[in-house]
């Protein structure tokens, strides 16, 4: 079975753009959700989606919006970037019910 | 809310040494417990999770820990470090609130000298 692919891995962007960041999720998993991990911090969830829907979101502004795909593929997208955007974004695939998260490498986003 | 608390934010030991790394939790629900490994500019490995069958669990590359509901401690334990051993391990627990979703620790580095 496949794991979790995320891409790209590096990026760097400047404050005030947008950036869209892509995942795409384990062979037989419905459920993508994303979370950030700001340096020498622990994952911070950001948001959940089931069904090509947001079903659960944490604390993050507007500006951070996603998408899933038939296929349960995703997208992270984050507008008006601010430096302190800079982070690890880590997407994680899962059934729903199953309590088993498989994470993908992550894309590392640096904001300038 | 639920939450995880890991006390130390870094650990060192010998190679071959016991490694412990603590970590405490905060739930009104029978918990799912995780630990997780990173590898530096990697993303987050499964080590073992708990989900209500046995308390002691057995994960990968030598690791275990176990779920002490009078603690509400889930600490992970490996009987002899090796030098690959050397990463952040973040203690995580399954939140359910309509929606699944992990709250991590702050995580514990692992330093490993020889």
């Known amino acids: 079975e496949t794991g979790v692919t995320q891409s790209p891995t590096h990026l760097i962007k400047t404050r005030g753009q947008q950036v869209t960041l892509r995942c795409s999720s384990q062979s037989g998993h419905n459920t993508v959700s994303w979370y950030q991990q700001a340096l020498g911090q622990g994952p911070q969830f950001i948001f959940q989606y089931y069904r090509e829907e947001e079903n659960g979101r944490g604390n993050f502004p507007p500006r951070f919006s996603g998408l899933q795909f038939p296929n349960y593929s995703s997208e992270l997208n984050v507008n008006a970037l601010e430096l302190d955007d800079s982070a690890l974004y880590l997407c994680?695939?899962?059934?729903?019910?199953?309590?088993?998260?498989?994470f993908g490498s992550g894309t590392r986003l640096t904001v300038v | 809310a639920q939450s995880v608390t890991q006390l130390g934010s870094h650990v060192s030991v010998s190679e071959g040494a016991l490694v412990l790394l603590r970590c405490n939790y905060s739930s009104s629900v029978p918990p799912y417990l995780f630990w997780y490994v990173q590898y530096p500019n990697q993303g987050l490995q499964l080590l073992l999770k708990y989900t209500s069958a046995a308390t002691l669990v057995k994960g990968i590359n030598g690791f275990e820990a176990e779920f002490k509901k009078s603690e509400t401690s889930f600490h992970l334990t490996k009987p002899s470090a090796h030098m690959r051993d050397a990463a952040e391990y973040f203690c995580?627990?399954?939140?359910?609130?309509?929606?699944?979703?992990?709250?991590f620790g702050t995580g514990t580095r692992l330093l490993v000298s020889p």
């Open positions: 994680a695939s899962s059934f729903t019910g199953d309590h088993g998260y498989t």
């Open positions: 995580a627990v399954s939140e359910n609130t309509g929606f699944q979703k992990l709250v």
